[in-house]
């Protein structure tokens, strides 16, 4: 079974700085798919950022970019000039890409997220 | 405005009481799914679903159950419910190779 680690509970960051939260994985598969989201206090599930593990190049969308190491399996989130919206908790996803009779390769595994906080 | 519609977003029960959570998404998303997020944790399925008239369980499914009789509805039901069930509860959707669709969640308390 796979299974995503997120080794920081909490992280804080200046507004327009820069911040990096980190996701380990576990996996013996070779084809699957990494996601970032974002839960504000409203408690939505917001996707940020997708990345396909087959692509070398790494994620990036518009502030928001990840550090994909296949090999380490690694998958950090960088955000850059942070703003006060981007406070939230921050969850790490997995998702095998591969396809069985079940469906059950389409289920999400998640981290128990990294609260970031933005100070002003 | 489409996507994934959850009712109730709060929700108090008596212990031994029972009660169904509502999904309904209007995506023609053939997979569903309902989580439960637990303080300081992530989400973990309780069950999923592939079509209309499939279900299959998740990691932590005792104690819930579900049917899919139309693609569009996904209801969770929660028999005897028991304080270990105090959660906040998402159901999702999505097409097999597509993002997923989260719904906004039911807090739900049992005393």
């Known amino acids: 079974a796979q299974t995503v680690t997120q080794s920081q509970p909490e992280m804080s960051v200046q507004e327009a700085e820069t911040v990096t939260l980190s996701c380990t994985y576990d996996t013996s598969e070779s084809d699957y798919y990494l996601f970032w989201y974002k839960q504000p206090p409203s408690r939505q599930m917001i996707l940020v950022i997708r990345?396909?593990?087959?692509?070398?190049q790494n994620a990036t969308e518009n502030r928001f970019s990840v550090n994909f190491q296949k090999a380490a399996k690694s998958f950090s989130l960088k955000i850059s000039d942070s703003q006060l919206g981007d406070a939230a908790m921050y969850f790490c996803a997995y998702r095998s890409a591969g396809w069985n009779s079940g469906g059950s390769n389409y289920k999400l595994t998640f981290g128990k997220g990294t609260l970031l906080t933005v100070n002003p | 405005n489409a996507g994934v519609t959850q009712t109730p977003k709060f929700r108090i029960l008596k212990i031994g009481q029972s009660m169904t959570l509502q999904c309904a998404q209007d995506m023609n998303h053939n997979y569903m799914y309902w989580y439960r997020q637990d303080p300081g944790m992530g989400l973990k399925l309780i069950y999923y679903?592939?079509?209309?008239?499939?279900?299959d369980k998740g990691e932590v499914p005792n104690g819930y159950n579900v049917s899919r009789s139309t693609t569009e509805d996904f209801p969770l039901r929660l028999e005897l419910a028991a304080p270990s069930q105090t959660s906040v509860y998402f159901c999702?959707?999505?097409?097999?190779?597509?993002?997923?669709?989260f719904g906004s969640g039911t807090r739900l308390t049992v005393v």
């Open positions: 679903s592939v079509g209309a008239g499939i279900t």
């Open positions: 990345q396909e593990a087959y692509k070398q």
């Open positions: 999702a959707s999505n097409r097999q190779n597509s993002g997923y669709t």
